[in-house]
């Protein structure tokens, strides 16, 4: 690791990563360690990562992941450019890479071919699968929630549903940032770096391994969570008085469901001997919920909120994506300012950390293909010499 800089901010600040990475699960990893404070270069090919092109649903991949890194185009079939990313490699304290098996191999960047020139260093490969069976397949954040039962437990019945956002390939990407960390701190103990690998399909099996528990416990299959018999009689969506003003509550506690009735007028209930008791709430389900339905439906969602802020139940309105850029609670140094590739500004997600009682902001912008190019080649000389 190298020295901190001092006008650094952050905790990872003088650890240096280089970055092969496209797409969300690669990235993740880099904007993680970014944020911390750590060095990030980003090696793009020509004209840059593709990934910055995407139209739809994947137009926002690109600024969303790549903040906090510096940008260097490589052609890596160039020996010229191919010694300029070894060069970087040998300096540096992590790779992390997400190409197909054996693509860096090939070109002489595998994890092998830094153990004489750089033995320290950390090599973070994000695939779709760990050592097995698939480990050669190729592999999406969608194809891995179909086949590790989570589109199956997030759809209704037959019709299985890949979760709202790119949620493995981020999940991901933070058991690769664990791996990093956990290899980090066996090198201050060994002086000797590691292969880490994270994965797609392994990281389903791991989020939906709750649920394979749940048939451990009972020895019956979970149905999909739109089907799933809840632990607790209201934890639902509610209908309010206004259109398109939904409303999640959850009463989880008999201390809640006490507090509930009491403050939502529904005294019959709470009074009820046959309902004190969680489990017995849940078989009543066909009794309750109507009520609190009917109820709901005259409530502006505005004054539900204010209702149930005020006696601690957990509550949320039914947001959009778009509708958190006004969040009075995010905005609170909950976002870091960026700038599009038009030239334009966007507020978006900071990383989800307070350290020492602060929130960790932007140090670099989203950088512009091969921006850095200059600066990281000349760096990379100094640091040949010294070495």
């Known amino acids: 690791m190298t020295a901190p800089n001092p006008a650094s901010v952050g905790p990872l ?126 592999a999406l954040d969608e194809v891995t929630q179909m086949m590790g039962g989570l589109a199956y437990m997030t759809g209704p019945p037959g019709k299985p549903l890949r979760a709202g956002t790119s949620v493995v390939d981020i999940t991901g990407g933070m058991f690769g940032v664990i791996g990093i960390l956990a290899a980090l701190n066996q090198r201050h103990a060994t002086g000797k770096g590691a292969e880490i690998k994270c994965s797609l399909f392994e990281t389903t099996a791991f989020l939906v391994g709750q649920h394979m528990a749940q048939q451990a416990v009972t020895g019956v299959a979970p149905n999909p969570m739109p089907a799933r018999i809840s632990a607790w009689a209201v934890y639902d969506v509610f209908e309010t008085a206004q259109e398109n003003e939904q409303l999640f509550v959850g009463v989880v506690s008999d201390s809640q469901w006490v507090a509930f009735c009491k403050a939502m007028g529904l005294d019959d209930l709470g009074a009820d001997p046959s309902l004190a008791a969680n489990n017995d709430r849940v078989k009543a389900r066909d009794r309750i919920l109507p009520r609190v339905r009917e109820l709901f439906a005259g409530y502006a969602r505005a004054e539900l909120v204010t209702r149930l802020e005020a006696i601690g139940l957990p509550f949320a309105p039914v947001s959009r994506p778009q509708d958190l850029f006004d969040d009075p609670h995010l905005a609170e140094g909950g976002m870091v300012e960026i700038t599009l590739s038009d030239g334009s500004s966007a507020r978006l997600p900071a990383l989800p950390l307070e350290f020492d009682g602060r929130r960790l902001g932007l140090r670099h912008d989203v950088p512009r293909p091969d921006a850095d190019r200059a600066a990281i080649l000349a760096e990379a000389s100094q640091a040949a010499l010294a070495g």
């Open 13 to 138: 600040a003088g650890l240096k990563i280089v970055e092969f990475t496209h797409m969300v699960m690669g990235p993740s990893i880099g904007v993680i360690l970014g944020d911390l404070g750590a060095e990030v270069i980003k090696i793009e090919p020509e004209g840059g990562d593709h990934t910055r092109n995407l139209l739809g649903s994947g137009a926002g991949y690109f600024p969303m992941f790549n903040r906090n890194k510096r940008s260097i185009c490589l052609n890596l079939k160039s020996p010229d450019d191919l010694a300029s990313a070894r060069r970087l490699v040998e300096d540096a304290d992590v790779l992390i890479e997400n190409f197909r098996p054996g693509a860096l191999e090939r070109l002489g960047l595998g994890p092998n071919d830094f153990a004489e020139t750089n033995p320290g260093l950390i090599y973070c490969s994000a695939k779709g699968f760990l050592t097995g069976p698939y480990q050669n397949r190729t």
